[in-house]
């Protein structure tokens, strides 16, 4: 064998290389059944034809409806991508805006007021009331699942936003008939809490009227608030966690009668830390969240108790009570505590947060508590006795209103009744409010004047036909009620027959500016007429205003300060801000004159025109009044422990029907008195003797043996008499 020009040898395979296997013709490609037989013949896959479009009509058709979808499709991507951009930049700057949670827990514009009754005890509440800081953990688990079971039952699931509850909402808001966003609102807790936080845009008492309004504002269901609140329900979800979110929200919910948060109503309602409450009590505050002015249970406590009844069936549903426990729950529903229930004191209140200082009333912005000078239980007796005689007095649908305020000598409110609806707060205080003349309950101040001045409780004074020229206005001539003259009568007469020639006759000896000045000095800041009428009540004075001053002939002569307030201090701190013990004032008239005005007026309860009001096991002392248009009746009086008013009329001026000061006004004062001292044992009242008192006269003015009856009867005879009489109860 010859070997190649290379030096190698041919392969032993005779396979020739690559490139020649390629470059040989077919023809000459050599024929190896085995090496052909071995190899599998190579698949071609084929390529599905197209399928034609159609042409034509059709085929336009076509085409116009795919240009139309990529154009849709087009748009659909790339304002999903644009909204997630917004959306995601609006949730990152809601997220850098959020605050601490610390911050957002508490965050009242106003404080509270908590209001103690003279025993200490917790009567009335004002402002905002915030309970302290709560959270899931420190509160009872009933609670808690009450308000998920109620409000959010995918609260731990969702992230922020239920788009089926919002959905579900818009359904039955729909199926209804209302608009898609009024009514349901399907907003998840955290849309709740973004509501209650206003979006983060916080009050601004130079933008807003009031804080009323700013909230009204923030509770505003509108399109575009609800799309805004989405990227702040989204921040809220990554800045804090869901007990965060339930923390804020339980502790800045309102939930009726002033409360804000949870603990606030649980020691409102029921007394009770949010941490004690039962599932039924628990049941019934998470039910206030839909509408808590209308569910308060201080307002209807048997719809409060069906609303609960509901949240205790969901409860029982979502698996947060066993059939047993919600059985339980629903046959003994919460009730209200005793200081809930009462709910008395609601004028009283009301006049404190009046006339206390605004920085700690009515604007404050810290939690304070008042002490005060309110007597419940002589409260209850007022309203009582004003209940019984317009119950069983005055006819049927009559819209005559009543006012009563009851005080200690020293000007201590103990009781005030602001009108008929006892239980109304921040309604008209008629006892304080209501500027009312006074008629003939303002005649004691003409007798204090002319007593002080060195006149006797028995000196003379003609009642009989007067005219008087009044510069502008002509003759004026007073009359007395009956229409009838009675000569010449004691000053204790004429008080206690409520004689008006009389009266006018001794203030215009004593002088009108006196008797303004001592009406004043014993508390009436009212404007004074200044005419001759000014002794027949023509002036008008408030109710409060009135008893205060008759507090001050009850104490000796003494001015009062009508005061409710006796310590104010602040939510933990132990040192009052301020205190007091008294509103005694400076001394109007002397001890002597005023015991001799007590007397007088005794004697108008006892033998006059206030003879309604006599008290059975003690001595009281009063006057009626009755205006000459009768659209206003009075009857303010006092024992020795205590002084009552009670002013009776319409609230539109219009005339009484039938009643006068000596009627009602005095059966009201009588069946209130009887109630505050059935367990008080009589007091006497600081009053003269007026047998000592009329032996005392100067010889001269009492001859002597005339007592005896040795002699006819003169003037000083008959007027001691007359006092000898009165004081048998013979006419």
Not at 8 to 26: K, Q, T
Not at 212 to 235: G, H, I, M, N
Not at 530 to 554: N, Q
Request: charged letters at 20%; proline letters at 5%; hydrophobic letters at 40%.
């Amino acid at each position: 064998m010859s070997s190649s020009g290379n030096g190698r040898r041919p392969s032993s395979s005779g396979r020739r290389l690559v490139a020649d296997r390629r470059g040989a013709p077919a023809s000459q490609a050599p024929r190896n059944s085995a090496t052909q037989s071995s190899q599998k013949p190579r698949r071609t896959r084929k390529r599905r034809a197209a399928r034609p479009r159609p042409t034509g009509l059709r085929g336009w058709i076509g085409a116009f409806f795919r240009f139309i979808w990529r154009i849709i499709w087009g748009l659909i991507w790339r304002s999903t991508a644009v909204v997630m951009l917004i959306l995601g930049a609006a949730t990152s700057y809601y997220y850098a805006q959020l605050p601490d949670l610390a911050a957002v827990v508490d965050a009242r514009h106003r404080g509270s007021v908590t209001m103690l009754d003279r025993d200490g005890t917790v009567f009335a509440w004002r402002g905002d009331q915030f309970g302290g800081a709560i959270d899931p953990a420190s509160v009872s688990p009933h609670l808690v699942n009450a308000i998920v079971a109620t409000e959010d039952r995918r609260f731990y699931r969702h992230l922020g936003i239920s788009p089926r509850g919002i959905a579900s909402a818009i359904r039955i808001n729909l199926s209804e008939g209302r608009g898609p966003l009024s009514g349901h609102g399907g907003s998840t807790i955290t849309q709740q809490v973004a509501k209650l936080m206003c979006l983060g845009v916080p009050f601004d008492a130079t933008a807003w009227e009031n804080e009323a309004a700013y909230e009204q504002d923030c509770r505003r269901t509108t399109l575009w608030r609800k799309l805004q609140e989405v990227p702040f329900s989204l921040a809220m979800e990554f800045r804090y966690s869901k007990d965060e979110i339930l923390s804020i929200y339980m502790n800045r919910a309102f939930l009726g009668a002033g409360t804000r948060g949870f603990e606030a109503a649980a020691q409102r309602y029921f007394g009770v830390s949010a941490a004690a409450v039962s599932p039924q009590q628990a049941a019934m505050l998470a039910g206030l969240l839909v509408a808590p002015s209308y569910y308060a249970p201080t307002r209807n406590l048997e719809r409060a108790q069906r609303r609960a009844a509901t949240v205790l069936r969901l409860m029982e549903s979502q698996g947060y009570l066993s059939a047993t426990e919600a059985a339980i729950a629903q046959a003994e529903p919460a009730t209200l505590s005793n200081a809930a229930r009462q709910d008395r004191g609601g004028a009283f209140a009301d006049w404190i947060m009046s006339t206390g200082p605004d920085f700690l009333t009515r604007d404050t912005t810290e939690d304070v508590i008042i002490g005060t000078t309110f007597d419940p239980a002589m409260q209850a007796a007022a309203e009582a006795a004003l209940a019984n005689v317009f119950e069983n007095q005055v006819r049927e649908g009559s819209e005559a209103q009543a006012a009563i305020v009851v005080m200690s000598a020293d000007g201590a409110v103990r009781a005030m009744v602001g009108g008929r609806d006892t239980a109304g707060t921040g309604l008209f205080n008629r006892a304080s409010q209501a500027m009312r003349q006074t008629g003939s309950s303002f005649k004691p101040f003409v007798y204090a004047a002319a007593l002080d001045l060195g006149w006797r409780f028995d000196d003379l004074i003609l009642d009989g036909p007067l005219t008087i020229n009044i510069p502008g206005s002509g003759p004026w001539s007073p009359e007395n009620y009956t229409g009838e003259f009675y000569g010449e009568v004691t000053l204790t007469e004429a008080l206690e027959r409520s004689l008006n020639t009389a009266a006018v006759r001794l203030s215009e000896e004593v002088g009108r500016d006196l008797v303004r000045t001592v009406a004043a000095e014993f508390g009436i800041e009212s404007d004074l007429a200044a005419g001759p009428a000014l002794a027949l009540g023509a002036s008008e004075a408030t109710l409060i205003e009135m008893t205060g001053a008759y507090a001050g002939i009850l104490n000796g002569g003494s001015a009062v300060l009508p005061y409710g307030v006796q310590e104010l201090r602040l939510v933990g701190d132990a040192d009052p801000l301020f205190a007091q013990v008294s509103g005694i004032q400076e001394r109007v008239i002397s001890e002597n004159a005023a015991r001799q005005l007590t007397y007088m007026m005794s004697m108008a309860v006892t033998e006059g025109t206030g003879q309604r009001a006599r008290l059975r096991d003690r001595p009281v002392a009063g006057k009626t009044g009755t205006t000459n248009s009768q659209r206003d009746a009075w009857f303010i009086g006092f024992t020795g422990d205590y002084v009552a008013g009670v002013w009776m009329g319409y609230d539109d001026n219009s005339p009484l029907t039938g009643v006068t000061g000596g009627g009602l006004p005095a059966e009201i004062w009588r069946q209130t008195m009887e109630r505050i001292h059935a367990d008080l044992p009589a007091s006497p009242l600081l009053t003269i003797d007026p047998v000592a008192e009329a032996l005392a006269r100067p010889q001269t003015i009492l001859p002597r043996g005339t007592l005896l009856g040795t002699a006819p009867q003169d003037e000083a005879e008959q007027i001691l008499m007359r006092v000898l009489n009165g004081l048998l109860g013979r006419n």
